[in-house]
């Protein structure tokens, strides 16, 4: 490969790799984007981390991928921004942008003339997910949920490319592999343009847990092994479960939430999983299990507002 590599105006030559805060048109805060470009030929890796700007874990190990990646010899061209949503996450603001209050893991691919998360949106669509071959999107929990480690693929209407897309989850050696059809997802977008995309989710409750941020370092140098990313053959990682069904009750209440079973738990169908009480500790609803399943997150908050996600259980 010969061609410098350039974008947002950050410049990496052959065989180099450059980093700094960049400006995305239409967008109010530079984000930090790092660009490794490799020797030779391959695809273009893009890893993520702070689409929301509150989950920890996650953007802790894309800062360490930062730096593995400056000792590594990678095939073709990888970029990693450790903090996407940098107004989210200078305002520790859950989910959402501080402003428009609107969710950017569900509003891709965005609106150029949009409100900011939207021209946000937009921006990393052109930018990073419509040029990719592999995208890398890392949550972790944020903090009002608790959660176990799982990672989701994103089901196309391409057998050949979910097979590769479920494949190349699989090595991150997580727990519970996700199929998912959620819209306006990063990952959707970037699935949706072609690209092996996964989101991987480690982490919780605005903690850092360094052993879980290791899990996401080694899960997605791993995973980089298994598709010639990464020099080294892979470990292949066993015991894991795919989950093919889930449930994800929302609020119908806004008053104190008290969920009776936690993150990890397996539970049975009709088992209640809480409560939602008023400010004067009057019950007003019990939330029961739709399905048998393992609890995957579950919110953790007291308070509680209607349409708020309260557990998700997944088979
Ligand atoms: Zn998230």
């Known amino acids: 490969m010969s061609d410098v590599w350039e974008v947002a105006g950050l410049k990496a030559a052959p065989g180099s790799f450059v980093q700094g805060m960049v400006d995305l048109p239409g967008v109010s805060s530079r984000i930090p984007l790092f660009?490794?470009?490799?020797?030779?030929?391959?695809?273009?890796?893009?890893?993520?981390?702070?689409?929301h700007g509150c989950e920890y874990t996650s953007i802790d190990a894309?800062?360490?991928?930062?730096?593995?990646?400056?000792?590594?010899?990678?095939?073709?061209?990888?970029?990693?921004?450790?903090?996407v949503s940098m107004d989210a996450y200078s305002a520790r603001s859950l989910?959402?942008?501080?402003?428009?209050?609107?969710?950017?893991?569900?509003?891709?691919?965005?609106?150029?003339?949009?409100?900011?998360?939207?021209?946000?949106?937009?921006?990393?669509?052109?930018?990073?997910?419509?040029?990719?071959?592999?995208?890398?999107?890392l949550h972790g929990g944020d903090m009002c949920e608790s959660l176990v480690p799982h990672i989701y693929w994103y089901q196309t209407p391409d057998p050949v490319l979910n097979e590769k897309a479920r494949?190349?989850?699989?090595?991150?050696?997580?727990?519970?592999?996700?199929?998912?059809?959620?819209?306006?997802?990063?990952?959707?977008?970037?699935?949706?343009?072609?690209?092996?995309?996964?989101?991987?989710?480690?982490?919780?409750?605005?903690?850092?847990?360094?052993?879980?941020?290791?899990?996401?370092?080694?899960?997605?140098?791993?995973?980089?092994?298994?598709?010639?990313?990464?020099?080294?053959?892979p470990f292949e990682p066993s015991g894991q479960v795919d989950i093919e069904k889930s449930w994800w009750p929302e609020s119908d209440q806004f008053g104190a939430w008290y969920p009776a079973v936690k993150a990890g738990d397996r539970v049975q169908?009709?088992?209640?999983?809480?409560?939602?009480?008023?400010l004067f500790g009057n019950p007003l609803k019990e939330y029961f299990a739709e399905g048998?399943?393992?609890?995957?997150?579950?919110?953790?908050?007291?308070?509680?507002?209607?349409?708020?996600?309260?557990?998700?259980?997944?088979?």
């Open 35 to 51: 660009l490794l470009n490799g020797r030779a030929d391959g695809p273009m890796t893009v890893i993520l981390g702070g689409v």
């Open 62 to 83: 894309a800062i360490q991928l930062v730096d593995r990646f400056k000792q590594l010899e990678a095939l073709g061209r990888v970029a990693i921004v450790p903090v």
């Open 269 to 278: 169908a009709g088992q209640k999983m809480g409560e939602i009480r008023d």
């Open 167 to 233: 494949r190349f989850a699989q090595y991150f050696g997580i727990p519970y592999i996700y199929r998912s059809r959620a819209l306006g997802s990063v990952y959707q977008s970037a699935a949706g343009a072609g690209n092996i995309s996964v989101l991987a989710e480690a982490g919780q409750h605005g903690i850092l847990y360094p052993a879980l941020a290791t899990m996401l370092v080694d899960g997605c140098l791993n995973a980089l092994r298994s598709v010639g990313v990464l020099p080294g053959t």
């Open 95 to 137: 989910y959402v942008h501080p402003t428009d209050r609107k969710n950017l893991n569900r509003i891709c691919p965005g609106n150029e003339h949009g409100t900011e998360t939207e021209r946000l949106a937009f921006q990393l669509f052109q930018t990073f997910l419509r040029p990719c071959d592999i995208l890398i999107d």
């Open 292 to 315: 048998a399943g393992v609890v995957l997150m579950c919110m953790t908050s007291l308070a509680i507002n209607p349409g708020e996600t309260l557990f998700a259980i997944g088979c």
